[in-house]
């Protein structure tokens, strides 16, 4: 090779050759993810300006405090520890199945290839429990002079600053009869019927005000940051993780075999690695700080 | 170097690495970096009474580190530095508008709380954990 004979630097930008050295694919998936981290870059930047814009803003500590299987424990940012634990390793699979590619080694890709799409799966199934927890959650707030049980949705935030017993007692006296049915609901196991029957004066004698833990709403904006920025990064894990299983079929199907080099999922590599490394900023931005 | 002969343009490649001893080494980094941020992380919910500089000091903290992350998966498991300068240069320098974007918007909506805070009376006295109090500059910001 001229390259080991020779000690003459190559100018790379005199023609007749890539200035980058890379394959026309590479290259432009290069130039997309570039052009992507500026659209998610785009979409945290505006939640970090409304936020800086708001004297309040909930802790991450407080509602994402949930496990699946341990209702009622306080285990604050664990599970989307998993979540995080999951997508890196997802991410090492997916570079030993290029490095694989590397190697010619049609079987390492097809394991590695599948461990990523198994954690691909498991990333979204993940994301979809917590949707449903937030979206399905009961959390008593004071609305006006008055308690109410809302959920994390787009247009409400149930985690604004505590409010004083004295305050959330006297809102009780003004709560309506189906709010206090929900109110008696989250601490004692009775049939729904049952509550429904009772008086507003036979409910509020069963409500202890100091252990509802009475918050304002909080920003509206939360749950639409919330959900637009992670369900855009889940749109990214979901076409992600089709990417790759067009990837096992080719190369099931020996496509890259006779291509003579597994370039493909090198590009389909770059893509998942890029799903990785938003969701450290999308931890960073929701959950961390 | 044979997966290369397809592609004219790719004159020059380096034979792949033999082991994956440095990607579960760069795996390790990652996790040990991770855990360190849910610690810090977990220290400030763990000392809600900490003053407020000491907060925004581990948050700087926590944010270094995430870049550090970024760093290890842009350049190891995507291989941009294993690349040649030309192509690194191609990716990083355009990232380089964030600076100013970050800067330009954060400042942006700091500088509206603080105006918010001054005009709307309603929201000094309902959404504020400590109100402004007459002749306290601190909390003006930089933006007002």
């Not at chain 1, 100091?210 to 979901?238: D, K, N, Q, W």
């Not at chain 2, 926590?62 to 970024?70: D, F, G, V, W, Y």
């Not at chain 2, 700091?110 to 918010?116: C, D, K, L, P, V």
Request: proline fraction near 3%; aromatic fraction near 14%.
């Amino acid at each position: 090779m001229a390259t080991t004979a020779t000690v003459t630097k190559t100018n790379w930008w005199n023609g007749g050759k890539s200035p980058f050295n890379v394959e026309y694919g590479k290259l432009m998936m290069w130039y997309f993810l570039m052009s992507d981290s500026f659209t998610f870059g785009a979409f945290l930047i505006s939640y970090g300006t409304i936020r800086f814009s708001t004297n309040y803003w909930p802790s991450p500590n407080d509602v994402f405090n949930s496990f699946p299987g341990f209702e009622g424990v306080n285990l604050p940012l664990a599970f989307v520890s998993l979540m995080t634990f999951i997508l890196i390793m997802s991410s090492v699979t997916m570079v030993l199945a290029v490095h694989s590619g590397h190697h010619g080694n049609k079987k390492g890709v097809v394991k590695w290839l599948s461990w990523t799409i198994v954690g691909g799966l498991a990333f979204l199934a993940c994301q979809a429990m917590e949707w449903t927890h937030l979206l399905t959650g009961e959390h008593p707030v004071l609305i006006g002079n008055q308690l109410d049980v809302i959920s994390q949705t787009t247009r409400m935030n149930p985690w604004g600053q505590h409010v004083d017993l004295a305050a959330a007692t006297s809102a009780l006296q003004h709560t309506p009869h189906d709010v206090l049915v929900k109110l008696v609901g989250l601490h004692h196991e009775v049939p729904q019927q049952q509550l429904a029957a009772m008086t507003d004066e036979q409910l509020r004698g069963m409500i202890n005000v100091a252990e509802l833990h009475v918050r304002e709403t909080g920003p509206v904006a939360f749950g639409g940051f919330f959900y637009g920025i992670t369900g855009f990064h889940g749109f990214h894990v979901f076409s992600g993780v089709c990417i790759n299983i067009a990837m096992l079929v080719m190369t099931t199907n020996n496509v890259f075999e006779r291509r003579g080099h597994y370039l493909m999922i090198e590009k389909a590599g770059l893509y998942w690695h890029f799903v990785d490394l938003v969701w450290v900023f999308v931890f960073l931005c929701f959950y961390l700080i | 170097m044979e997966h290369n002969t397809q592609f004219a343009e790719v004159t020059h490649a380096h034979a792949p690495s033999e082991g994956t001893a440095r990607i579960w080494k760069t795996f390790w980094i990652l996790l040990v970096i991770t855990i360190i941020e849910l610690s810090l992380g977990l220290t400030m919910y763990l000392f809600p009474a900490m003053p407020s500089w000491a907060h925004l000091f581990i948050k700087g903290v926590i944010c270094i580190l995430s870049l550090a992350k970024a760093f290890y998966i842009v350049s190891i498991f995507m291989h941009l530095g294993d690349e040649i300068r030309n192509m690194i240069m191609t990716i990083v320098v355009p990232l380089m508008l964030f600076v100013w974007f970050i800067g330009a918007f954060l400042w942006d909506g700091n500088a509206y709380r603080t105006m918010r805070n001054r005009y709307d009376k309603y929201k000094e006295e309902h959404t504020m954990e400590r109100p402004i109090q007459k002749g306290d500059t601190t909390q003006h910001g930089f933006g007002g």
